[in-house]
Each structure stands twice: as C-alpha cells, then as structure tokens.
C-alpha cells in the first residue's frame, strides 16, 4: 500500500515539475537565462556572445539557447511569459547587419574623428548622433572589425592618415569597454526608475 502511495506521490510530482516547465525550462531556469541576457544587452554584449557563454556556464549548447530565447519571446499567450519579461525591452527581432557601405561610413567616420584627435568614445557618439541603441550597434560592429578584419581596420586607418598599430587597438578597444559600461550604467538607472514607477502604479491601483 506505501509503495502504491509513494509511487502515485512521484507521479503527480512529475507532473506538476512538467506543468510548471516553459518550453521544456523551469520557471526559475527561464528567469535566469531572461535576466541574463537582459543584463548582458544592457552591458552592450551581443546575443551571440550571451547565448555562448549562457550555454557553457550551463551545458547548454549555443544553438539550443538560441532557439529557447526566441521560442519563449514569441510565447506571448503564456501569463508567466509577460510577467518574466515585464520591465524588459527584449525583442525577437533581427538586428539588420551593417552593409558594405555602411560598413566603410562607419570606419570612415570613427577614423576620420580619431585623425582630429577625438577618442573613439567622443567619434562614435558624434556619428551616431546621441541615438545609444545606434550608438551600441556601432560599437558591436567597430569591435567586430577589429577582431575579425583588422586589416581592413588598418587599410581604412592608411587611407584616413591615423596609426593602426596594435598598442592603438588595445586602446580603442579599452575606450569601447568603458563606453559600453557608461551607457549600461544609464540604461540600468532608467530601468530603476521605470521599475519604481510601475510599482507605485500598482499601489495606486490597490488603494482604490
């Protein structure tokens, strides 16, 4: 009889631990790949590199979070889904990649500034125009030349009369990083303050 017991008591367990699964994560596991990507975003981090690091930290492979991101952002008829992503600005849209053309402009413009004497900080604000989603998508694709293609980086360098030489990219990549970090600061300061407003809203709403 306890063996009857224990054994429909495992069932039902099991069955609730499934219910309670989004897309085949736990509530508390998609809360955290959520709260982690929201975090990296903000900290300037591409979804690629999240995804990555995500899956590593939690042997996951890369392309299953991927697909586990988007499956849950396009779950919009789930009630726990709007409430894990409430407050957050995550999409499940592409980000358009940069043309070739728009590629150059960006180099031209960062290198240009950078021949006046600007850092790149100041060279990518100017040509972004103070638009920090923009600003952040520049970064990213500036960043991603000079990993990838820092020939290409040095042959628009020539061209532009600026140095390339390695030291030179260290640096730029270190002004980046602590531009990255100013506008996650600002971005973090700002979720704050809508997070506060919407919980006096909700205490409004319950005094009524």
């Known amino acids: 009889m306890k063996c009857i017991m224990r054994k429909n008591y495992v069932n039902n367990f099991s069955e609730v631990v499934i219910m309670n699964k989004i897309n085949g994560y736990t ?3 998609a ?11 903000n900290a300037g981090k591409t979804l690629s590199y999240l995804f990555e690091t995500y899956g590593r930290e939690h042997s996951r492979a ?4 991927r697909n586990y991101y988007y499956a849950f952002l396009k779950k919009q008829d789930d009630s726990r889904v709007k409430r894990i992503l409430e407050g957050k600005n995550l999409s499940a849209g592409e980000i358009k990649p940069f043309t070739e053309e728009e590629t150059e402009e960006l180099l031209g413009k960062v290198l240009e500034g950078r021949r006046k004497g600007y850092s790149v900080r100041k060279s990518i604000i100017e040509a972004s125009g103070g638009d920090e989603k923009l600003m952040l998508r520049m970064q990213n694709k500036y960043r991603n030349l000079l990993k990838k293609q820092p020939e290409r980086v040095e042959k628009a360098a020539e061209k532009a009369g600026v140095s390339a030489n390695p030291f030179l990219q ?4 270190r002004e980046i990083d602590a531009l990255y970090a100013r506008i996650a600061e600002d971005l973090k300061k700002e979720n704050e303050r809508l997070r506060a407003e919407l919980e006096r809203l909700r205490e409004g709403e ?3």
Request: proline content about 0%.
């Open 31 to 41: 809360i955290g790949l959520i709260e982690y990507i929201y975090t990296g975003r």
């Open 206 to 208: 319950g005094t009524k």
């Open 62 to 65: 890369k392309g299953s979070v």
């Open 170 to 173: 260290k640096r730029l990549e």
């Open 27 to 29: 509530e508390e596991e």
